[in-house]
């Protein structure tokens, strides 16, 4: 269910999301997880999709929306297909990862957690990626890339389309 | 019987819905319920095929998929072996196996030949074929692969002669890089659930309490809170409902010892748990682990869904009456869930905001019930506890911090990796003798432990014993495991701006001191970085520092400001070079950087002035050329580009 | 029932097991402040400034949700204690707006009142303040989220009314705010504008809309009065300056007291002296309505008419 495409008609993202909602209507806790389906459903969490979240869970709107703007991984706006992640943790950040971050901003033409015009890429930063050893790191997608130097890093990105 | 797993013949009635209360000793040594020559044989040859005995003719390639080696390319080693092994009509004699992260990700990808335990390091796609020729065919070591002593230059042929692996106790890590981590099999042939199987069938669930007590096992998220008595106090707990959680909401930068884990053992993470279930009368357990770990939630489920499979896990286990049941949460990104309180809110569905303790959640957790919650290390402890009692492993370690510990190991070291030592050992040893020093002939200045909640510790500190007291009293912490090591270029304020910048973008907002405290810290080390500090400032970041730990609601909250209360205790000259001096020590705030072109070296190229993006350089051709500072931004582009080392940074 | 005896700043006090030390304090007549701290919907513990000294206890604890136990000893006005107050009030001025002078809750802010008891004239830290847009998109809440100390009060007493929890917190860090879904402005809100968050708010970041600029906190003389429209009984203020009837305000949110509009409304064409027309919501556009229409009289007015008219 990870459809990044586009071409998804919107009753199938319904049909979709309407069974999502009827999985975790009587689970425990289960509004987080609802949320992050419903998010690789449509790829980012419109207003409506969130109304029907809180009418289907029973909780209120105002609490969705304070749960989906608490979390960085939720996005109220529609997002790149492909996910660029510098890391920005202690031994990336010692190795160089905000020369990084920068090359790759200026190719792109984008800021931290902006998305390009034609929807390719958007570039966010994260805290720590957990690949310490290969600092500096970025994560394209659910792909990790180490050892990077900025002009590395812009030719690594060019490979996602 | 093709899988471990198996019923060896129509004998063994064994099924999740009826199980036999043997299944998983019976694995191991059995048949255990009739004699049977032929089913002992088969058992035993597969059980050598998992663990190759020493001088087996067959062999083994263990191939190192943790997410450091990944990264470096492992995935693609495997497609290219198998291809050549069919090649070489190799297949039936020679394993391939994926493993977890094997600890030394500097030199990924790694590879190992076992049974000899051939080490190669960095091994790229095309080097497989030549393996495949040299080694595997034959049986001649491809020198050029193996790890070199960088000082000797002496190669080391298993990894136990390196260095880095030498000075290590490998006990949780014992089995990342060398089982398959997608096979429940290949943990029970290494001894796996039998220390669970001891707790269900040896011990009552006080007696499981005692054992942890005895082990002196303290919590390794952070705190060092004695897990027996945590697990003591849950088991007392009155409630109806109880629960296990295991944080694995890993997110200090710098730390990846959990991810590791779970990479690379869950199975030890999920015995863990299911034995905690035991001894504080739990039913339901839950892993939170964090989003960004995709890899880390696959081999989760894998383990979890093949446990409940054959029965390990589920209802009735074993035929003991005993219940259990595991589900995943998969964090959405809020590093403040790693707080207990918060992660059981975020659970429950609601913020990450931490919750005011007492109560604390021993006796009122998730849902309100009675909670155990620990980290993945610590369950990934309980294992051997419970295998080899706690009074072997209270012989490890040092009086009050007791067995090993993992540290990621990062930064400015040869070697990057995750190392387990035993408590105690001294933090040069980590940083010298198995991190390998400093790289490029640096000056070591200073390791910052315990992330952004800890602290640094200078060279003078080195020999301190690493455990949980010593490093509290120096200012620093355990925290969950990061060392972050640190040599003279790096700057100490810039440092603590750093990880107020991570902790200012991650407070959830909840209590005043740390929302607006943490807003505050960083803005002074931002202001002192860019040169413009004042000496009041020293007091104001000492005050602040003070209430926020005195008064903030969490844990996280209360820790934040001890990267600065530990470099101002031991580095406090270099904030007042930023502010007085108006210079950075170490040359890395570029702020209060000068770029000067010595006249008697510059031969005139003019290179300089053609990097130069902000047209600060002027010269004639062939002439000393000069630089106005006033339109210097200091991005450094013109040194790397000056032949004659002309232009100096002070 | 069981009770402790504990000491505090030198005075003995016994009250019930279970009791904070900021109810013992109270006991015992000692003063502690607090912003968050709600006596109807406890437990918060997030604004610190009720912290207290207690020997043997790691850091200063809140003092709205620490127990007291026996033997206990507290000191509320220590050095440790005010220096924690007095930064904790610097740093909620850094990024307060310093308009008091205009301000409507000039007199009645708990943030003046802590400022004046510890001696805080401003703040000395520089940065970063919020510049949110003022929220006046309805007839009946002015919302300054500028003013905003995110005690969170106003949102655990929405959240106590069946179906209502119309605010709640959002975003993270220092960028958290109280809003409804998606950030829109209150008028855009499902809020049915009880005034129950006024009620609760320790600062001037709810004020009446219908009450600004009429007079200072201090000149009004408040009556309570009982709203009878319906059984719920709830409580309202008569605010009275020179003698005339300015406005009804929302008194207390006790549970199973909704504090609605309707009665508010009710009360303000009873009582007041110069009542303001009321305006409804019609269409997601707010408009003048009639008192009887603002009262849902309509119906009945008219049958009203009908059967004495002729």
């Known amino acids: 269910m990870t459809c990044k495409c586009g071409h998804v008609d919107e009753s199938t993202k319904q049909e979709a999301l309407q069974a999502a909602i009827s999985k975790y209507m009587a689970v425990k ?65 010692v190795r160089g990862a905000s020369k990084v971050f920068d090359g790759v901003s200026k190719k792109l033409g984008v800021a931290k957690n902006g998305t390009t015009e034609d929807l390719r890429y958007t570039l966010e930063t994260v805290a720590c990626l957990g690949a310490c050893g290969l600092a500096p790191v970025m994560m394209v997608n659910d792909n990790t890339h180490g050892k990077l130097t900025p002009d590395k890093a812009v030719a690594t990105i060019e490979k996602y389309e | 019987m093709k899988n471990l797993m198996d019923k060896c013949c129509d004998k063994c009635k064994h099924t999740p819905a009826s199980p036999c209360k043997d299944y998983i000793k019976c694995r191991k040594e059995g048949p255990i319920c009739h004699q049977d020559e032929a089913c002992k044989q088969k058992r035993a040859e597969i059980l050598a095929d998992i663990n190759l005995p020493a001088g087996s003719p067959k062999r083994q390639v263990l191939i190192c998929a943790g997410t450091g080696c990944t990264s470096s390319g492992s995935g693609k080693l495997v497609n290219k072996l198998e291809e050549e092994l069919a090649a070489n009509g190799l297949t039936d004699k020679v394993a391939v196996k994926i493993t977890g992260c094997h600890g030394f990700c500097e030199q990924g990808p790694l590879m190992i030949i076992e049974p000899l335990k051939t080490f190669y390091t960095q091994v790229q796609e095309e080097d497989v074929a030549e393996i495949v020729a040299k080694d595997l065919v ?46 429940i099999s290949d943990y029970i042939a290494n001894d796996g659930y039998a220390g669970f199987v001891r707790a269900l ?81 739990a039913d339901e357990g839950y892993i939170y682990v964090r989003a960004e770990y995709p890899l880390a939630i696959e081999r989760l489920k894998i383990a979890i869904a093949q446990a409940e499979e054959y029965g390990v896990l589920g209802d009735n286990i074993l035929n003991t009456g005993f219940n259990f049941h595991l589900k995943i949460k998969a964090g959405a990104g809020a590093f403040v869930c790693g707080e207990e309180t918060a992660l059981l809110t975020s659970i429950e569905g609601n913020r990450g905001m931490p919750r005011v303790r007492p109560p604390f959640p021993a006796n009122s957790g998730l849902w309100g019930k009675p909670t155990c919650l620990n980290n993945v290390e610590t369950f990934a402890n309980v294992p051997q506890i419970l295998r080899n009692g706690g009074t072997w492993y209270a012989s490890m370690g040092t009086e009050k911090s007791k067995g090993t510990k993992i540290f990621a190991l990062t930064g400015k070291v040869n070697n990057t990796g995750l190392v387990e030592v035993p408590m105690g050992i001294s933090m040069r ?45 120096a200012g620093a912490m355990m925290g969950s495991g990061g060392l972050v090591v640190m040599d003279e270029t790096t700057c100490m304020v810039d440092i603590a701006r750093y990880f107020l910048t991570f902790t200012q973008s991650e407070s959830c907002g909840k209590c005043t001191p740390c929302r607006e405290g943490t807003t505050r810290m960083l803005e002074i080390l931002t202001r002192i970085c860019a040169g413009e500090g004042k000496m009041e400032d020293i007091d104001s970041l000492e005050r602040l520092a003070r209430v926020v730990k005195n008064t903030a609601l969490c844990g996280l909250g209360q820790t934040c400001p001890n990267p600065i209360l530990s470099t101002l205790r031991y580095f406090k000259d270099e904030y007042i070079a930023h502010i007085q001096d108006k210079k950075c020590p170490a040359g890395a705030c570029a702020a209060l950087l000068t770029y000067v072109i010595d006249p008697e070296k510059c031969k005139g190229c003019g290179k300089c002035l053609k990097n130069c993006p902000a047209e600060a350089i002027t010269g004639e051709k062939k002439l000393p050329h000069v630089i106005d500072p006033a339109k210097c931004i200091k991005c450094g582009s013109c040194v790397g580009g000056c032949k004659f080392e002309a232009i100096i940074r002070a | 029932m069981a009770s402790v005896t504990l000491t505090i700043n030198g005075k003995k006090v016994t009250v019930p097991r279970g009791t904070t030390v900021l109810d013992a304090a109270a006991q015992a007549g000692i003063f502690i402040p607090t912003f968050c701290h709600d006596p109807e919907i406890p437990r918060f513990g997030a604004c610190r400034i009720c912290v207290v000294e207690i020997p043997g206890m790691r850091n200063l604890p809140a003092s709205c949700v620490t127990e007291a136990t026996e033997g206990m000893v507290v000191e509320t006005e220590s050095p440790a204690v005010v220096e924690a107050r007095s930064t904790i009030l610097e740093l909620l001025l850094a990024n307060h707006p310093m308009d008091c002078l205009t301000c409507e809750k000039n007199g009645d802010c708990r943030l003046q009142d802590y400022c004046f008891r510890y001696g805080v004239k401003g703040s000395g830290f520089e940065g970063r303040q919020h510049s949110y847009p003022l929220d006046d998109s309805n007839p009946y809440i002015v919302r300054d989220l500028n003013k905003c100390i995110l005690c969170g009060r106003c949102v655990r007493t929405c959240a106590q009314v069946e179906g209502r929890a119309v605010i709640d ?119 003048k309505v009639s008192w009887a229409d603002a009262l849902g009289l309509e119906g009945v007015l008219d049958k009203m008419k009908k059967l004495e008219g002729k």
């Open chain 3, 169 to 287: 917190f959002a975003y993270r860090g220092f960028d958290t705010k109280i809003a409804p879904p998606m950030d829109t402005p209150l008028g855009e809100s499902d809020c049915v504008y009880c005034g129950r968050c006024l009620a609760v708010c320790p600062v001037g970041a709810l004020t009446y809309k219908r009450m600004a600029g009429k007079g200072r906190s201090w000149e009004y003389d408040k009556k309570p009065v009982t709203c009878t429209f319906c059984d719920s009984g709830c409580q309202f203020n008569l605010n009275v300056k020179d003698g005339k009837i300015v406005g009804v305000t929302a008194a207390s949110p006790g549970p199973g007291r909704p504090l609605c509009l309707k009665g508010r409304l009710g009360l303000e064409l009873l009582y007041c002296d110069d009542p303001q027309a009321p305006e409804l919501k019609k269409d997601g556009e707010f408009v």
């Open chain 2, 138 to 183: 034959g049986s001649e070591i491809v020198e050029r692969l193996l790890y070199k002593d960088p000082n000797t230059g002496e190669p080391a042929k298993t990894y136990e002669n390196v260095p880095f692996y030498a000075l290590q106790k490998r006990l949780v890590l014992h089995n990342c890089g060398h089982i398959n981590a997608e096979e």
């Open chain 1, 29 to 93: 806790g289960g509004l987080i997880p609802l949320l992050q389906e419903a998010q690789d459903i449509y790829g980012y969490l419109p207003k409506e999709v969130m109304q029907q979240i809180s009418g289907g869970m029973g909780i209120p709107f105002s609490k969705t929306f304070g749960v989906v703007t608490f979390y960085s991984q939720f996005h109220l706006k529609p997002r790149g297909r492909n996910i660029i992640r510098v890391c920005q943790g202690t031994a990336c950040h």
């Open chain 2, 429 to 473: 040893d980590i940083l010298f003798a198995i991190g390998g020093g400093i790289p490029g002939g640096k000056k070591f200045k200073a390791v910052q432990i315990g992330g952004p909640s800890g602290g640094c510790l200078p060279d003078e500190l080195l020999d301190l014993p690493v455990d949980y007291d010593s490093l509290t009293s």
């Open chain 2, 201 to 281: 069938f040896e011990l009552t669930p006080d007696q499981v309490v005692e054992e942890v007590k005895t082990s002196g096992l303290r919590g390794r998220g952070g705190g060092g809170f004695p897990t027996g008595m945590k697990w003591g106090f849950v088991r007392q707990a009155q409630g109806d409902k109880k629960y296990v959680v295991c944080n694995a909401d890993e997110g200090d930068p710098g730390a990846f010892m959990d991810r590791s884990v779970l990479e690379g053992d869950p199975h030890a993470v999920l015995e863990g748990m299911m034995t905690c279930g035991y001894a504080v009368g």
